[in-house]
């Protein structure tokens, strides 16, 4: 504790989290103003705007939870579910997995859904067939690398009374998303992989059917702190005249978040998507040339972040440490299902540029000669 605090500079090249922008970190570091202060619901107005502009949708019922994109999963299921009922989860890599385990610790029936990465698609079938209140998707599966098609599921999930959730923490700002055009009624995603802010805060929305469904249950959710009876309060949301102390936001997380969502406003969402599908062109195209294969079909690619099939003969370990400790540039390995199957990189909003594509294949490409391969 004697020493001064040490947190070197690194190229953020994984899937998340990313680089800050100086206008970003500026904001953070701004003088600390009350939790409770007209002026900090002025910014978690601004917050809740940007919010809606980045997920396209008119809820009223948006907010930012205190705390990073696992908090937004965890209150999108232990509000809008009950025990005993049924939840089906789309599993296309690790985040269906945490989703189906944060279920079963609800007290849910759970029913999984999987699907091999190559394939891509889930059949839908199992929506009627099971009836579930709940069905979960990951739209940007960033252990997989993989951005599955969401149009169309939507009008199935109402068609079975069931509520449609969709995880964007890897793929908001990156491929398009439209919450109130694709039917999706909850929507949730991250502040630190496009939006490039500090880790610590998690936008979240909910539409009517949501709403009707999570404010007239017989029992209530099991986080007291997630409990959306109170964060809809605490948000402004709630039509109450008063907001009344619940827990202190993370004041400076939400001027580093408002601000990221200025930025994405002014740039604008066409904008970021068309980036992000041109660099990942771009470094798709290096890494070919390369002679690396991608893991994932290109049609079903996720933009954000690229998965490698660990080059044959190779330690991915040793490849990483090698491209850390030479480049000061993180790229990380697989994750749940894909670990010990890829190497991932992500370049994601800030980072989103054809430099940093060829800092990072220039990386790689050192590494792979550098690096012992091992004989077959
Ligand atoms: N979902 C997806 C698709 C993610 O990529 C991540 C973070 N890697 C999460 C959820 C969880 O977010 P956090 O680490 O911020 O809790």
Not at 90 to 118: C, D, F, H, M
Not at 131 to 149: D, I, M, R
Not at 304 to 318: C, D, F, L
Not at 358 to 374: E, R, S, V
Request: net charge positive; charged share 20%.
């Amino acid at each position: 504790m004697l020493r001064p605090l040490e947190a070197p500079l690194r190229h953020l090249f994984g899937p998340g989290p990313s680089n800050v922008t100086p206008r970003i970190l500026a904001a953070g570091s701004r003088p600390i103003i009350g939790h409770m202060h007209p002026e900090m619901y002025e910014i978690m107005n601004d917050i809740k705007k940007g919010i809606q502009y980045a997920f396209q949708t008119e809820n009223n019922m948006t907010i930012a939870m205190s705390g990073s994109g696992h908090a937004a999963m965890e209150c999108a299921v232990f509000n809008t579910v009950e025990p005993g009922e049924s939840v089906l989860v789309a599993i296309n890599g690790i985040w269906g997995e945490r989703v189906a385990e944060i279920a079963e610790r609800s007290g849910t029936s759970l029913l999984g859904l999987q699907t091999p990465y190559k394939k891509g698609r889930f059949s839908l079938i199992a929506i009627e067939k099971h009836k579930p209140v709940l069905f979960f998707l990951t739209h940007g599966e960033s252990s997989a690398g993989l951005c599955h098609p969401v149009d169309g599921i939507g009008d199935i999930c109402r068609k079975h009374n069931c509520l449609f959730l969709v995880d964007t923490v890897a793929s908001l700002g990156a491929a398009p998303i439209f919450m109130d055009k694709q039917n999706i009624d909850i929507l949730y995603s991250g502040s630190q992989k496009a939006l490039n802010a500090p880790p610590g805060t998690a936008p979240i929305s909910f539409n009517e059917r949501a709403c009707h469904k999570m404010f007239n249950r017989k029992t209530k959710p099991i986080s007291y702190l997630f409990d959306m009876t109170h964060l809809s309060n605490y948000w402004g949301c709630d039509g109450k005249p008063a907001r009344i102390y619940h827990h202190t936001g993370p004041v400076s997380g939400f001027f580093a978040l408002r601000e990221s969502l200025a930025i994405l406003a002014e740039k604008g969402l066409e904008e970021s998507w068309k980036k992000h599908k041109e660099v990942a062109a771009y470094l798709y195209r290096g890494l070919e040339d390369l002679g690396v294969k991608l893991f994932i079909p290109d049609r079903v690619r996720l933009p954000s972040v690229t998965t490698i099939a660990i080059p044959e003969g190779y330690q991915w370990r040793e490849l990483l440490s090698y491209i850390m400790k030479h480049h000061q540039m993180e790229m990380t390995g697989g994750l749940g299902p894909s670990m010990d199957m890829v190497i991932r990189i992500g370049l994601m909003g800030y980072n989103c540029e054809k430099r940093n594509a060829d800092m990072a294949l220039n990386a790689f490409a050192d590494a792979l000669k550098n690096c012992k391969k091992t004989k077959a």
